[in-house]
């Protein structure tokens, strides 16, 4: 028997039961959304959110630490352009050495204070299209600056970075709505008004 479909009058969604009874999630075309998500693969997205979560808040507990916070080792970690001399990526990353070595300390302390927001974003779920959009586009950073785009790439390379991961797996977070259960999107969204996009679309209960 095909799904039923009926209205959720008060939210403008749809809310679908099938045969047996199972409802599902119901989601906003107009936010982009599929017409519907199950429940289970809400909270399973959720899931995958909060292990992202531990996992940059690991990283940013390494930029605490005192070999890094005081801007000691980002000559080293910023030095890549020494070993890529290919035009473009050589100067690139000869820009982010210059800027990264100009004020360390600041530069340290700016990273470590991203990642634990990132980490704190995906943790509890609050602004989750922000954070999952930043992730990924300071996750490019970091590969392209510190890992030099894992460049070059020569026989023997068995990847491309651990960055490029982070990438990927925050896109994927983004497309596959996990801030919108086990989140605090579902009561900051209503009160952001025009800024509610930075914020996941609740599911419908």
């Known amino acids: ?9 008060s939210t403008g969604s749809s809310t679908l ?12 075309l107009a936010d982009g959304a599929p017409a519907a998500l199950t429940l289970g693969r809400l909270h399973g997205a959720a899931v995958v959110r909060i292990a992202f979560g531990v996992l940059w808040g690991i990283d ?48 340290a302390v700016g990273t470590a204070v991203i990642e634990t927001l990132i980490a704190l974003g995906l943790l509890l779920g609050a602004f989750s299209n922000l954070v999952f959009i930043g992730s990924a586009v300071f996750s490019f950073g970091i590969w392209s600056g510190a890992e030099g785009f894992h460049l070059p790439w020569k026989q023997g390379m068995t990847d491309l ?11 994927a977070l983004y497309y596959a709505f ?13 009160m952001l008004g025009r800024y509610g996009r930075l914020s996941a679309r609740p599911a419908a209960a």
């Open 161 to 171: 970075g651990p960055s490029v991961g982070y990438i990927f797996a925050s896109l």
């Open 17 to 28: 039961t099938d045969s047996a009874g199972t409802t599902t999630a119901s989601r906003s």
């Open 1 to 9: 028997m095909p799904p039923v479909t009926t209205p959720a009058p």
């Open 60 to 107: 940013a507990t390494f930029k605490w630490l005192p070999g890094f916070i005081h801007g000691q080792t980002l000559g080293d970690e910023l030095g890549k352009s020494a070993d890529v001399q290919t035009p473009v990526f050589h100067q690139w990353l000869q820009m982010w050495h210059a800027i990264g070595t100009s004020a360390p300390g600041a530069f």
């Open 178 to 190: 996990a801030g919108s259960t086990w989140s605090l999107d579902t009561r900051l969204r209503p």
